[in-house]
């Protein structure tokens, strides 16, 4: 009987957590990461993505070409990808956060990226320029 008590206990407890708001467990599907070169001035693209876990290589992107892969982000909620670009005779290196679990996972499942001169803009599930966010390059070192 006792025992019968407790299983019951147990399925009761789990229930409750699944459906409180705040605890419930999030998303799991694919998130999608999309990065366009739209430097302009006909200039390639060189784009360097990673995470601590995965490194997905060197790409050189023609101008309007795109990168895109996906991925399953983190139950524990700490998912970040990031990538160094590169272009122009001077090789000058910059690098960006192009997914933040802790920022982006409430944003978007497929997040695009416009890679301008200026900084990354982030861009609507459409891809639509007009309806982007850009931000500044971040800090080597930060």
Not at 37 to 50: A, K, P, S, V
Request: glycine share 8%; hydrophobic share 35%; aromatic share 12%.
């Amino acid at each position: 009987m006792r025992q019968n008590n407790t299983i019951l206990v147990v399925t009761v407890s789990f229930l409750l957590l699944l459906s409180t708001p705040a605890l419930c467990i999030p998303r799991y599907g694919l998130t999608s990461v999309v990065v366009t070169n739209d430097l302009g001035g006909g200039q390639e693209l060189r784009l360097h993505c990673r995470s601590k876990d995965d490194d997905l290589g060197i790409r050189m992107l023609k101008p309007h070409q795109d990168f895109r892969w996906r991925f399953r982000p983190s139950f524990f909620g700490n998912t970040l990808f990031y990538c160094s670009v590169e272009w122009g005779a001077a090789g000058e290196v910059h690098w960006f956060d192009v997914y933040d679990q802790v920022r982006d996972e409430d944003r978007c499942t497929i997040c695009r990226w416009l890679i301008k001169e200026t900084g990354p803009c982030f861009t609507d599930e459409e891809g639509e320029s007009g309806d982007s966010t850009c931000q500044s390059w971040n800090e080597i070192g930060r």
